[in-house]
């Protein structure tokens, strides 16, 4: 897994999901300050966090198909310095309008993270090693999302929740020109490959169907339903936890900063793990063919997952209710690999970078409905339940539709 170069792609794209998300996670943290100086409302904050998702998504889509038609590296390349850029632009905010101006870019330079991801383990990896593999690499993001808190919090406190954007800008301008210079498309073939005419790539590959097809087929389109699920959940807790903690648990700015580290360590535990325990199940099973070892890790870990974020918002204690959060997040991103998987399973590797990229645009509609309905939640109720009820329900009927209606797909002749 690590031999021939594998290791540095490994390596880089571990790091970039850790960028990723100390860059989207940064708004959260810093949200208490940016209500106080911006004076925004619950429901002007919902919709500046779901503004991101909008161009998030629609490059979810179109990431997708860059990485196949121009390739994944230079794809990843273009987008993170775009994104790294309009995180740093955040500091020229001057109130609602130009929050949501900003964020909307910023979502469009992060939109093709993890289909280029899945594209780039796509190229340089077997089949047999690819759903361990996006869940080691992606794994990152929650990594990313814990060291948020402590970093954006302490130079918030500091310096001013401004400095915060600036210098996690710089980071990934930096992880840019080394990813450029150290990173290659696809591995070279060995000697032996080039003897026989097979490599990674080429020996899984197929005859080209039109992406079309794989648009018009329940195992993609419901596929998408539990990665929708899936999001709504993380966005509830990327974009509203922290300030759950601060209005409806009474905690300093400080504390809150510290305890939402606990769910992402949860969380990066649960994807790096994730992978491996798809494919360990996949070689279990291998008789009742792959789709089926996907389908049991996903439904049980997404379902359990639901229960413990919607029984979050009934507890009284603020221990329980963390904990709670912790153990959602970690059955959350026990499935984290498992759709990029799923993927992988059903596509040719000629539309792998398209496919995964509608399915995730579909999927991350949920960061588009999903805060503003939150903050319109808090904002006419006064509380959070209903929120966390909500987010529980949506995954629970996803992870049913899975079992019915993911398939193996039949492809045309």
């Known amino acids: 897994m690590f031999s021939n170069g594998r290791g540095m792609v490994i390596v880089f794209l571990f790091l970039a999901g850790v960028i990723n998300y100390l860059d ?9 300050f940016i209500q106080d100086d911006l004076s925004l409302t619950a429901t002007q904050m919902g919709i500046i966090f779901s503004s991101f998702s909008v161009g998030y998504a629609i490059f979810n889509f179109l990431g997708g198909m860059a990485s196949d038609k121009w390739g994944a590296k230079i794809t990843l390349f273009v987008a993170m310095i775009v994104w790294s850029l309009f995180s740093g632009a955040l500091v020229l905010a001057v109130g609602f309008a130009s929050m949501i101006i900003i964020r909307i870019l910023f979502g469009m330079g992060e939109g093709p993270l993890s289909s280029t991801i899945n594209k780039m383990v796509n190229n340089w990896f077997p089949a047999n090693q690819r759903a361990s593999v996006v869940g080691l690499t992606n794994s990152g993001t929650p990594l990313g999302g814990a060291i948020a808190g402590p970093i954006v919090g302490f130079i918030a406190i500091s310096y001013g929740w401004r400095v915060s954007f600036i210098a996690i800008m710089v980071i990934g301008l930096i992880w840019a020109i080394c990813w450029w210079k150290f990173v290659k498309e696809k591995p070279e073939e060995s000697k032996e490959q080039k003897h026989t005419g097979k490599s990674y790539v080429a020996a899984t590959s197929e005859g080209k169907v039109k992406f079309t097809f794989y648009l018009k087929q329940k195992t993609v389109l419901f ?43 949860f969380g990066f535990i649960g994807l790096a793990l994730g992978g491996f325990v798809s494919d360990f199940f996949s070689k279990k ?29 009934l507890v009284s204690t603020t221990v329980s209710a963390v904990t709670l959060v912790a153990l959602s997040v970690f059955f959350l991103y026990l499935t984290g690999a498992i759709y990029w998987a799923i993927v992988n399973d059903v596509v040719d590797p000629g539309n792998v970078g398209s496919v995964g990229g509608f399915m995730h645009f579909l999927a991350n509609t949920a960061g588009i409905i999903g805060p503003t309905l939150t903050g319109y939640i808090v904002d006419t109720s006064g509380t959070y339940t209903v929120a966390f009820l909500l987010a529980g329900g949506l995954a629970i009927v996803a992870s049913l539709a899975v079992i019915r209606f993911v398939r193996p797909i039949v492809k045309p002749v």
């Open 223 to 265: 596929t998408a339903l539990a990665f929708f699920s899936y999001n709504y959940i993380l966005f509830f807790f990327l974009t509203w936890f922290p300030s759950y903690l601060v209005d409806a648990r009474g905690l300093s700015v400080e504390n809150m900063s510290i305890i939402t580290v606990i769910p992402w360590i």
């Open 24 to 32: 989207r996670s940064a708004l959260s943290i810093a949200a208490p």
């Open 285 to 313: 099973f291998a008789q009742k063919g792959v789709l089926f070892s996907r389908k049991l890790v996903l439904v049980t870990c997404l379902f359990l997952s639901a229960v413990c974020i919607g029984f979050a918002g």
